[in-house]
């Protein structure tokens, strides 16, 4: 019980020290806004003329806007293994790790701190799709919804790269198989197109990939109302999630020696 | 393994092999309470791997550790609450103000929440930062960090504080400010200081005693009387003990990353 209260309470307090960081310096939030928008605003744009892709009665614009959510809450999350490196060469780990803190703790909070900024990843694409007129469902369902699928979308690829980290140990490796994840995992996924159309060994890349589950649930709540399918993609989140914290809790402290 | 009376630290026979390469062998030294002891040695010679290993970063291969009576393999916990730790690189977060530093730190260490505020400020206080505990921490000189990190080691009152390298890249007045306030802390709060460190003149000058790392090995150790007396030099220095007892100068030494390290930190500190 005691260890449960100290990794909840340790998660928050570093979670909080993130939130303070961005009220100093939110002009990280704009840059982040860029990528949600370019895809929107172009690629989305683009291939809603073609009519191309079957998207079960949705505006492409409608359809992808679930997946270029995901992707930029999943490319900001991704890049937490970086900060690992970088607070390792810097010794703040080090201090972390000396502190008695459970290796959960930390984990969590970085995991928080990656859902606080994928928060803040809503706000603009919502704001953009309003722009945009693309008619996304806006309700107490839906909200609550989308927040919790970020946050754990977000902590399912926070753990992923901090273990991705801690095995490659040095930044220029991170930033290479940093690419050779991110895009892979967002191209074989259904943020961009249904699974349907894939080919079948891609099909099943897809349907294991943590990444559709995100799609999929912020999907059934933003645009097509048919929430039918929900309980699983956040059940699978959230079960994947976990695992994947254990995992990082257990392999990101070997980034140091 | 008996804990010896005055002894804060008791290292015992600690080994750590990295696959075939032994990076600390088989060393046995103590540490005594209230004492400033200093660790040197050429990189590479495992002074890091051993100060990994005590502050509980790293599971030695074989041989014990007792911190303040704790072992540092089955009460790590323990040994984590009795010691504070400055790393060498600038590790307090720039984009939060020298406040905030301090909080995080006050709350991963349990200080309880109605006493947090005033051990910051009285630590603050003493290392007279007070004045801009609401300044981003990016704006501060080297100095200035690197009390700020010494406050941040002994928020919670540590009873051993081990400093990696605490004044590379500073400049004498700044060293010699932290060092102020580093036996200040040793003699109001009696910790104990165990710190490595390359300029051996801060060694000759701060430290009780000084143990010289060569090859995973404590090549020597003692007061720095007793280390000079060993070179049978007249008017000999601690650099001349470092020479006898290693064969090698500190500045021989240092592998790419580690030097690449040091530059970035000097670099940072302007």
Not at chain 2, 6 to 32: C, Q, R
Request: aromatic content about 8%; overall charge positive; hydrophobic content about 45%.
């Amino acid at each position: 019980m005691n260890y449960i209260n100290q990794v909840l309470k340790k998660s928050y307090f570093m979670a909080e020290m993130e939130v303070r960081k961005l009220l100093h310096d939110p002009t990280e939030l704009a840059t982040r806004a860029i990528q949600p928008i370019l895809w929107l605003g172009i690629f989305g744009e683009a291939l809603s003329k073609v009519r191309a892709i079957p998207t079960h009665g949705l505006t492409y614009l409608q359809f992808i806007t679930p997946g270029v959510l995901t992707q930029s809450v999943v490319f900001t999350a991704i890049f937490f293994g970086l900060s690992i490196i970088w607070e390792r060469d810097m010794g703040v780990l080090q201090k972390f790790l000396v502190s008695p803190t459970p290796r959960l703790a930390l984990v969590w909070g970085k995991m928080a701190s990656a859902g606080v900024r994928g928060m803040t990843q809503i706000v603009i694409v919502f704001l953009f799709a309003l722009l945009l007129n693309i008619k996304l469902n806006i309700s107490l369902i839906s909200i609550p919804g989308t927040i919790v699928l970020v946050v754990l979308g977000s902590g399912f690829f926070t753990g992923l790269s901090m273990i991705i980290a801690s095995l490659v140990k040095t930044r220029e490796r991170f930033m290479g198989i940093g690419q050779v994840i991110t895009l892979p995992l967002f191209f074989a996924s259904n943020a961009i197109y249904p699974i349907q159309i894939m080919p079948q060994w891609l099909q099943v890349v897809a349907n294991i990939n943590p990444l559709s589950y995100m799609v999929d649930g912020l999907r059934s709540l933003l645009v097509s109302n048919s929430p039918g399918q929900l309980p699983v993609d956040i059940g699978i989140l959230l079960v994947v999630t976990f695992l994947i914290s254990l995992l990082s809790a257990y392999m990101y402290p070997k980034v140091v020696v | 393994m008996k804990n010896q009376n005055n002894a804060i630290i008791t290292v015992d026979h600690l080994l750590k092999k990295f696959d075939s390469f032994t990076a600390v062998n088989s060393i046995s030294f103590t540490v005594n309470q209230r004492e400033v002891f200093a660790f040197v040695g050429p990189n590479g010679a495992g002074k890091s791997t051993t100060i990994k290993m005590l502050i509980t970063l790293l599971k030695p291969t074989s041989g014990q550790v007792l911190i303040d009576k704790h072992n540092i393999i089955t009460d790590a916990n323990n040994v984590r609450r009795v010691i504070g730790y400055v790393p060498q690189m600038l590790s307090v977060d720039g984009s939060l103000t020298a406040e905030e530093n301090m909080m995080l730190m006050a709350k991963l260490y349990d200080i309880p929440g109605n006493e947090r505020q005033k051990r910051i400020d009285e630590t603050l206080t003493f290392l007279d930062l007070q004045q801009v505990r609401k300044t981003l921490v990016k704006n501060f000189s080297g100095g200035m960090i690197r009390k700020l990190e010494i406050g941040q080691a002994m928020l919670h009152h540590p009873h051993v504080i081990f400093l990696d390298e605490p004044t590379t890249g500073l400049d004498p007045v700044a060293r010699r400010n932290v060092w102020k306030h580093l036996l200040e802390l040793r003699t109001q709060f009696g910790t104990t200081i165990f710190f490595s460190t390359h300029y051996m003149e801060e060694a000759e000058e701060v430290a009780d005693r000084v143990a010289i790392m060569q090859l995973g090995n404590v090549a020597a150790i003692g007061t720095v009387d007793e280390l000079k007396k060993e070179t049978k030099k007249k008017n000999a220095t601690l650099e001349d003990a470092f020479i006898y007892f290693t064969g090698a100068t500190i500045q021989e030494t240092g592998n790419i990353r580690e030097i690449k390290q040091l530059r970035a930190n000097e670099r940072r500190l302007g």
